[in-house]
């Protein structure tokens, strides 16, 4: 399997540009997390999607972030519009669950640069 | 609300220690622990994970400790490598089907 797939890898773009970063998680995860790395606050959980359904969405900052699992094997994360305070890495998570141990394997990350 | 805070925030080791990696979380109620490795530029790759019911996982150099009522884990690093360079985090989640909980990791450097 070749893992947790995101693209792009890095983004640079303009204050008030719409950014859509895309993520394709490991066949037969049933869950998928978005997340967005800073030095400031860590690792903070934006959404995630049960069987392709948001279950928890209060980690979005803003109206201005919005985010799609349109179907099982693909998921978006939109900013429209962009600021600088987004620049930041993003990681999508995906696992399988219901069964136990479960763990979350993470893609790559996109690297999001907003001038 | 979960808050978890790993201390130290960066360590620098020489090669050949044994080390340990401190985590603490508020809520004592997790459903599982995790340790992950972050190097620069790279997504998150778990180490050990270990369910609330279990006080130890080890793999490897890598053995980690779990106590729930104490609200503490530690990841113990032995003879370590210039290889072993990179960010650790832990993480928790509540339930099984919640997300996890991150602390902002420490940052280890093994010195050759």
């Known amino acids: 399997d070749a893992g947790v797939i995101q693209s792009p890898r890095h983004e640079v773009t303009e204050m008030g540009q719409e950014v859509t970063l895309r993520c394709k998680p490991i066949s037969g995860h049933n869950s998928l997390f978005w997340y967005r790395q800073t030095m400031m606050r860590g690792l903070e959980l934006l959404i995630y999607f049960n069987n392709n359904v948001p279950i928890d969405d209060s980690g979005m900052p803003e109206d201005r972030f919005s985010a799609k699992m349109p179907n099982a094997s693909f998921s978006t994360l939109k900013i429209q519009p962009s600021e600088p305070r987004d620049s930041a890495v993003y990681f999508c998570?995906?696992?399988?669950?219901?069964?136990?141990?479960?763990?979350?394997?993470f893609g790559p990350g996109t690297r999001l640069t907003v001038l | 609300k979960q808050e978890v805070t790993q201390i130290p925030a960066a360590l620098s080791v020489p090669e050949g220690e044994n080390l340990v990696l401190n985590c603490s979380f508020t809520d004592s109620a997790i459903y599982n622990l995790q340790w992950f490795r972050q190097d620069p530029g790279k997504g998150l790759t778990s180490l050990l994970l270990?369910?609330?019911?279990?006080r130890e996982q080890t793999s490897g150099r890598l053995n980690a400790s779990l106590d729930k009522s104490s609200g503490r884990s530690t990841l113990y690093i032995a003879a370590s490598q210039p290889g072993d360079s990179a960010t650790y985090l832990c993480a928790v989640t509540n339930s099984g089907n919640t997300p996890l909980v991150f602390g902002k990791g420490t940052r280890l450097s093994v010195i050759a």
């Open positions: 998570a995906s696992s399988l669950q219901g069964l136990a141990p479960d763990t979350q394997y």
């Open positions: 270990i369910q609330s019911s279990q």
